[in-house]
């Protein structure tokens, strides 16, 4: 079975209206500072344990209601250190979105109209991709900055952080979404199924099995109302790991596409030496059962009877009859005056047979053309 990648279901099923942000994946020009990755590495690893704990207590994910999603978004709004005069007519749009990944976008478009912060960055994360200014990408370190402010409530932090993880993934980074999409509360998001959805993206991308697994449990048997893409995809998604096997071939190719995927995004640092290190040596290892299965199977047959009967059968039938001496065969006169290809009927007709059954019309047809134009020329004077 060929491994399914997000690449394949984005491709097919990216949702109307949302095409711009999705047009190419990959973003070469994405590059930061070490410490703003470092600053938000550690920001996000301190929550997710916290995040994860919290979730394995809840039974059932449920999207919220439009009306329970409009009351928190007014009530974040009003949170805000500046909290935006025109607020009812701000928020008046979200009346139009329909289905789950709509309310989210709504969502973060009418916070990004009330506060210019939120506004610039996330106005960075909707720039083309296919011309992607390395200016204008959000900063891991001024992202995190914001989403420590004290005046946004858990609802807004969290879809905002669902929105940049999502992002990230559109442009295979995994490694920063896997650390966004963690720290981020199934609890709070407009939709649960979009949260584990990218959280199994991110990790099948990154050979993390277990992370993997743990969110498509998630999406498949704890979440309602699931969009039928991501319940599609997801089984796709869970059929490919279970056909996966650590060490194999597969495992190797699937390495040296992360290993791509990282050099494309300009990176040649220790997380991509590492992958390099693991294909080498899965590889070692490899080539090493075979040549034990290859050299374990020609010494465990050289003591039996029977083979090496075999083996004289064998030579004995290579030699040819009537000859000599090995290897020398008698010498046949043939005619000046005869014709290439004119072999007896009988073995005609089963050359012809053994022709049609196994090739097709066409082959018969210009080996009969050929043989007739071989017949057809003289035969050349002897020397």
């Known amino acids: 079975m060929s491994s399914f990648t997000f690449t394949d279901f984005f491709t097919r099923t990216s949702p109307a209206g949302d095409a711009t942000r999705l047009q190419n994946h990959r973003s070469p020009c994405w590059q930061v500072s070490l410490l703003s990755i470092c600053f938000w590495m550690l920001t996000g690893s301190l929550v997710a344990p916290s995040t994860f704990a919290q979730e394995s207590s809840v039974d059932v994910f449920a999207p919220p209601s439009a009306t329970i999603v409009e009351t928190k978004l007014r009530q974040s709004l009003l949170n805000l250190k500046n909290p935006p005069a025109d607020l009812e007519s701000l928020i008046a749009p979200f009346q139009e979105a329909t289905d789950v990944d709509s309310r989210l976008l709504k969502v973060v478009q009418i916070a990004a109209s009330a506060d210019p912060e939120i506004g610039r960055l996330v106005a960075q994360c909707n720039q083309p991709t296919l011309t992607p200014d390395p200016a204008r990408i959000p900063d891991p370190a001024q992202w995190s900055a914001m989403m420590s402010r004290s005046d946004l409530t858990p609802f807004l932090k969290s879809n905002l952080a669902l929105y940049y993880g999502r992002y990230l993934v559109e442009r295979q980074l995994y490694d920063e979404a896997q650390l966004e999409l963690a720290a981020t509360d199934a609890r709070e998001v407009v939709s649960p ?191």
């Open 193 to 383: 199924a979009t949260l584990f959805f990218f959280r199994a993206v991110v990790a099948q991308a990154l050979l993390d099995i277990e992370n993997c697994r743990l969110a498509l449990n998630q999406l498949l048997e704890k979440t309602q109302d699931s969009p039928l893409r991501y319940r599609s995809t997801a089984e796709l998604i869970k059929a490919d790991l279970d056909a996966f096997e650590a060490k194999s071939l597969g495992e190797v190719a699937r390495l040296m596409a992360d290993s791509r995927r990282r050099l494309d995004l300009g990176r040649a640092g220790e997380k991509v030496q590492g992958v390099q290190e693991k294909i080498i040596t899965n590889l070692d290892e490899l080539i090493k059962k075979i040549e034990q299965q290859m050299g374990g199977g020609g010494g465990g047959g050289g003591g039996e009877g029977g083979n090496s009967n075999e083996s004289g059968g064998a030579a004995e039938d290579s030699s040819v009859k009537g000859a000599t001496a090995p290897g020398e065969s008698e010498k046949k006169k043939f005619s000046k005056d005869g014709a290439w290809g004119n072999l007896p009927e009988k073995q005609q007709a089963e050359a012809r047979n053994i022709i049609s059954r196994s090739f097709p019309p066409n082959y018969g047809r210009a080996i009969d053309a050929y043989s007739k134009k071989l017949a057809n020329r003289p035969a050349k004077p002897s020397p």
